[in-house]
């Protein structure tokens, strides 16, 4: 019988992955066996927005949801130094990062903008994350 975590062995980074469709991802990718580091702009960026207490509960979560390895990294994605801090770290605790899944806002989060009134962003943050951080 085929398994469903065919994922084993790998490492993902999901950035923006604290809350909403990124949180979504990140406790997929667990379920299928990948090892994870969930981000937020910061410690507390699920309780910004009412979905959670803490960035650590949530990695603790999906952890415990999926049986899988999940570390909780935040930091400024719009801070090139930071970016390959937080690259540098994942690689440390997990491994090499075979996944990267740009997930976040840009528009709201580590600006402290309440999502009501988040506007459009004046570019995507996330765009300028690539593979060349994460080498």
Request: glycine residues 12%; negative net charge.
């Amino acid at each position: 019988m085929p398994s469903d975590r065919h994922l084993e062995g790998k490492v993902a980074w999901i950035t923006g992955s604290s809350r909403g469709i990124g949180h979504a991802i990140a406790l997929h990718l667990a379920t299928l066996g990948a090892r994870v580091a969930v981000h937020g702009s910061s410690p507390q960026s699920p309780c910004a927005f009412g979905e959670g207490t803490s960035l650590d509960d949530v990695a603790c979560a999906i952890a415990e949801a999926s049986g899988s390895t999940v570390i909780a990294v935040c930091g400024d994605l719009t801070d090139e130094a930071r970016v390959k801090a937080l690259a540098d770290e994942v690689r440390s605790r997990l491994g090499p990062i075979d996944i990267l899944v740009n997930c976040a806002g840009g528009d709201i989060g580590s600006r402290g903008t309440a999502a009501p009134n988040a506007g459009k962003p004046t570019r995507n943050d996330a765009v300028f994350i690539s593979l060349e951080d994460l080498r």
